[in-house]
């Protein structure tokens, strides 16, 4: 029997490659690769915004449904090459969407070999992507993955050439599909025929750099420390809080909700953070330089957060790094002394 | 044997990916304890784990972190 390995997304569309792989007797398991820029988990994890929603990573919950092995790949590291010098550039944000698809694809290839399968199954539908499924671009994946030949699209296969897996036939092309275009009314009739109740979709799309919000803070980022580059760290705290600049040498992280306040505890052994005491109100971090003058103003920011009137004094502790603690009392700042031009995003 | 694996503090899918990674030194039967604190770890974890043919055995959560033990079995 041949086997096929899947890039599954938690999506509809790669749910429905793999079933239309599997009707034709071809055993398949999947792989989904974790960049440390996807959106739903960690959003959903941090922030107490959905409370009576499911927490499930959709990939996982995708592949129960099809009744298919995940394999998780942790491609933290190697990603980084690909966002900050992606060979066909960014989409309308910071989404380097072809090169991401074609390092998906050569991940999955070597994944292939490793473990003995005989081809890759994706669930792209020709024009259903501006960046990464152009027709122009199908060939330009399969090619510089170098899985060539044995990339099969199984949605719109029909409208390409035929691949190793069709000519062999190891799958009847006969019986996979010819999709294009943005409309997703195909793929919502095929998931009816395989009787797929439930499915994610994520309005916006599934990596945070496609995110105006989320790419204005990693800009900024790279501009205040003066190089483009980021590490883990960077690229998680960027989905959390507000982020609020009043310098060039700091900004502050201010949470936004409880889960985000406890998320953030976790980082108060990495970064400066202050938490009012003497009123209700979220925990900050700040980000940069530290100096006295800058803690400071930045209590007068963090203040401006939380249940005090502008009359009343906010008592606030500051925990530096070193753990040590001290407190400082402020008069919060009023909404106009803290310009819009400081957010950098809400 | 029973073995341990601290998980807390990391995001949805990284226990996941850790778990992964620890059970490819593991042997059918083996027991693993897992602590960790990411909400979605629970329904996550349980998933991978009838994926893969491994055992739930018991799951707690004490104040922010998740207790979860499970079995390998045979895959």
Redesign the interface.
């Known amino acids: 029997m041949k086997k096929a390995v899947a890039l599954i997304s938690g999506g509809l569309d790669s749910m429905l490659a793999t079933r239309v792989i599997q009707e034709q007797g071809i055993y398949v398991e999947g792989i989904n690769f974790y960049t440390g820029f996807c959106v739903e988990g960690h959003t959903q994890a941090i922030r107490n915004s959905q409370p009576n929603k499911v927490k499930r990573n959709s990939a996982l919950w995708a592949a129960e449904q099809l009744g298919i092995k995940l394999h998780i790949i942790d491609i933290i590291q190697d990603y980084k090459q690909i966002v900050l010098n992606p060979k066909y550039g960014y989409g309308s944000h910071l989404n380097p969407c072809l090169d991401c698809k074609i390092f998906m694809v050569n991940r999955a290839k070597q994944w292939m070999e490793k473990n003995q399968f005989d081809f890759i199954i994706t669930g792209e539908v020709i024009g259903q992507r501006p960046k990464s499924q152009l027709k122009k671009y199908m060939p330009i994946v399969a090619h510089e993955s170098k899985a060539d030949d044995i990339l099969l699209r199984p949605l719109c296969a029909k409208l390409l050439a035929p691949t190793l897996v069709e000519r062999e036939g190891w799958v009847n092309r006969e019986k996979l599909h010819g999709f294009s275009g943005r409309s997703r009314g195909p793929q919502f009739d095929l998931a009816k025929k395989f009787d797929f109740q439930e499915y994610a979709q994520p309005a916006g799309g599934c990596c945070f750099l496609t995110n105006g919000h989320y790419t204005k803070k990693l800009k900024d980022l790279w501009k205040h420390r003066g190089r483009k580059d980021y590490e883990f760290d960077d690229i998680i705290l960027l989905k959390v809080g507000r982020h609020i600049r009043p310098h060039s040498d700091f900004k502050l992280i201010i949470c936004r909700d409880e889960g985000e306040n406890h998320f953030l505890e976790s980082y108060q052994h990495q970064y400066t953070s202050l938490k009012p005491i003497s009123h209700l109100g979220p925990l900050s971090l700040i980000e940069g330089k530290i100096n006295a003058e800058y803690i400071h103003f930045a209590a007068k920011i963090a203040a401006r957060f939380t249940d005090a009137k502008s009359n009343d004094k906010v008592t606030l502790e500051i925990s530096s790094v070193s753990g040590s603690i001290q407190t400082i009392k402020v008069f919060p700042f009023t909404a106009d002394q803290i310009p819009k031009e400081w957010y950098i995003s809400s | 044997m029973t073995h341990h694996l601290d998980a807390r503090?990391l995001?949805?899918?990284?226990p996941?990916?850790k778990i992964?990674e620890y059970v490819k030194t593991l042997y059918p039967g083996d027991i693993l304890e897992i602590v960790c604190t990411?909400?979605?770890s629970l329904?996550?974890i349980t998933?991978?784990c009838?994926?893969?043919g491994h055992y739930l055995l018991s799951s707690s959560k004490q104040n922010?972190e998740i207790f979860m033990t499970i079995q390998i079995g045979i895959c």
């Open positions: 503090r995001l949805c899918p990284l996941v990916i992964q990411d909400k979605g329904s996550d998933a991978w009838r994926i893969h922010q």
